[in-house]
């Protein structure tokens, strides 16, 4: 084993300016949407479950007459969360043209972080559109 080994500082990948801000944007895209329709569906499901079926029997109407306006005011903040992931995948896709051919990994990341987020972005939406067309408390059969 040769212990002589001296560290040459020119053979190590430079990091550009901003990247670090660029690795930030990257994970916020890849992420935020869907977290943020995972935090819709566990936050908005228990809720809507528990007004329209609180103890052994199925009610008429929720328990809290507020109910769609407190499941749209969830369904808007985490698709609130969900564009501005997307806006931070977008960004990141335009970066990642001006750079060089050779980041094959991190372009496939920001491709996927841009779809991902399209994904779920439209996921939320119709999350809320079902708050919307749906009432409360409705059989499904």
Request: one cysteine or more; a positive charge; aromatic letters at 12%.
């Amino acid at each position: 084993m040769n212990r002589s080994f001296k560290h040459d500082s020119a053979l190590e990948p430079s990091v550009p300016p901003g990247g670090r801000m660029n690795a930030i944007l990257l994970w916020v895209g890849l992420f935020g949407a869907p977290v943020a329709w995972i935090a819709q569906v566990f936050l908005s499901e228990p809720l809507a479950a528990y007004a329209c079926y609180p103890y052994q029997t199925p009610l008429s109407a929720p328990i809290w007459e507020r109910l769609p306006a407190i499941l749209i005011t969830i369904g808007i903040a985490c698709l609130t969360v969900a564009l501005l992931s997307g806006l931070a995948a977008w960004t990141s896709w335009r970066q990642s043209d001006s750079k060089s051919v050779g980041e094959d990994r991190s372009r496939f990341l920001v491709k996927l972080s841009a779809m991902s987020s399209f994904i779920f972005i439209v996921a939320i939406i119709f999350n809320i559109c079902a708050i919307l067309l749906v009432p409360p408390c409705s059989s499904w059969f």
